[in-house]
T-cell receptor, first 113, second 113 residues
Framework: KQEVTQIPAALSVPEGENLVLNCSFT??????LQWFRQDPGKGLTSLLL?????REQTSGRLNASLDKSSGRSTLYIAASQPGDSATYLC????????????FGTGTRLTIIP | NAGVTQTPKFRILKIGQSMTLQCTQD?????MYWYRQDPGMGLKLIYY???????DKGEVPNGYNVSRSTTEDFPLRLELAAPSQTSVYFC????????????FGQGTRLTVV
């Protein structure tokens, strides 16, 4: 059974710093990995989808990497801003056909002005 | 484009009552999902559908039912509500295919008292 872990559960950094969020998964037979952002009381917003054949994917100040063989992904946020404060979730898609996502429990990020 | 729309946003139920959480998407997506999110527990899949007329159980289906009579709509029915069903419920959809993003609704916060 696939298990997805995100450590740490919470992270606080000063504004302007670069930071890395971690995601690990136990079964490397995945089709893709998706990073989401969740603001308090809100739904999930897709940030990046990285395919199993890709090593990284970029969108603005965000860069996601994937090392499938070691079961790890990172989300790099450059020049952090207070508006980046949110919970970040990663999810892996494993089974083609039903396309279910298995989620980590998230990292709650606080950017200190 | 409205995306994935869930109603209601909030609801309080008494133990033993029933209700239907509504979900509709306007992206012509084949795949639709219901997740629940409990504090610190990540998202758990309740039910999913790969197309109109086809539904299947996820990880935590007990106490819930679904139907998919159209591509757009995927309602979740709670029969005989229990305190353990207090949670935030998210509906999601994606087009289908190997590497397509999942899109989420804003969630329904349900409290059973």
């Amino acid at each position: 059974k696939q298990e997805v872990t995100q450590i740490p559960a919470a992270l606080s950094v000063p504004e302007g710093e670069n930071l890395v969020l971690n995601c690990s998964f136990t079964d490397s037979a995945i089709y893709n990995l998706q990073w989401f952002r969740q603001d308090p009381g809100k739904g999930l917003t897709s940030l990046l989808l990285i395919q199993s054949s890709q090593r990284e994917q970029t969108s603005g100040r965000l860069n996601a990497s994937l090392d499938k063989s070691s079961g790890r992904s990172t989300l790099y946020i450059a020049a952090s801003q207070p508006g980046d404060s949110a919970t970040y979730l990663c999810a892996v898609r494993q089974n083609f056909g039903n396309e279910k996502l298995t989620f980590g429990t998230g990292t709650r990020l606080t950017i200190i002005p | 484009n409205a995306g994935v729309t869930q109603t209601p946003k909030f609801r309080i139920l008494k133990i033993g009552q029933s209700m239907t959480l509504q979900c509709t998407q306007d992206m012509n997506h084949n795949y639709m999902y219901w997740y629940r999110q409990d504090p610190g527990m990540g998202l758990k899949l309740i039910y999913y559908s790969v197309g109109a007329g086809i539904t299947d159980k996820g990880e935590v289906p007990n106490g819930y039912n679904v139907s998919r009579s159209t591509t757009e709509d995927f309602p979740l029915r709670l029969e005989l509500a229990a305190p353990s069903q207090t949670s935030v419920y998210f509906c999601a959809s994606n087009l289908g295919g190997l590497n397509t993003e999942a899109f989420f609704g804003q969630g329904t916060r349900l409290t059973v008292v």
